[in-house]
């Protein structure tokens, strides 16, 4: 009896402290949009569809298992350039993210973990079409933002080297609700960035 209490002693101290701690994460990702619309594979916006992704994560362990925070994502700042019937079109995209999201942490050993997890925010994304012409003559054809909901789902792996310190990699997955364009060129384009597939890497640090 007394070899058990101080094996289940010896477990219990060797577990990471948790509970109520703080967590913060500053997170690297790179990754496509999935766009839909006759204007998605049109030579404008070639590449529009890649982008990076920068990350900031702030929030609370609820236990060993569960964790909850909020974010704040730049979504990259993307510009395809291409010459089109004897004129220049530059896009240019820039995308931001604020919301709240959750994660359940499943450990295979004290170290390392597997997570899966959801998340809600909002979106403001912004995209500008310029022209120029062979006078030198540059015209805006769009300049537009949206505004609206975003969800999310994420799938990954993490590794603790201390208490404190720690390294995850992953798959999040991005729905953007209402992030619609038309523009007009030779004829009317529409164009849906319908979602964000990234690959990230984060280091984490709870305290």
């Not at 590794?159 to 953007?176: C, L, P, V, W």
């Amino acid at each position: 009896m007394k070899k058990m209490t101080l094996v289940a002693l010896a477990t219990l101290f060797a577990l990471p402290a948790y509970a109520n701690q703080t967590y913060i994460a500053a997170e690297l990702g790179k990754g496509s949009y999935s766009m839909s619309g006759n204007a998605a594979k049109h030579e404008s916006f070639n590449d529009l569809d890649n982008v990076g992704f920068l990350n900031i994560k702030l929030g609370q362990m609820l236990n060993e298992n569960v964790r909850y925070y909020g974010y704040l994502q730049h979504g990259g700042d993307t510009t395809s350039e291409v010459t089109y019937l004897d004129a220049k079109t530059k896009s240019n995209l820039k995308t931001y993210e604020l919301g709240l999201g959750g994660d359940y942490l499943y450990h295979f050993t004290n170290q390392f973990y597997a997570i899966a997890g959801a998340n809600l925010g909002m979106y403001k994304s912004h995209l500008k079409l310029d022209i120029e012409f062979p006078n030198k003559v540059n015209r805006t054809l769009l300049n537009k933002s949206n505004k609206g909901i975003t969800t999310g789902a994420n799938l990954g792996l993490g590794y603790t080297f201390t208490d404190h310190f720690g390294m995850e990699i992953g798959y999040r997955y991005t729905h953007f609700f209402g992030n619609d364009y038309s523009v007009e060129l030779d004829k009317k384009y529409e164009m849906q960035f319908d979602a964000s597939h990234m690959g990230y890497l984060n280091l984490n640090y709870k305290f």
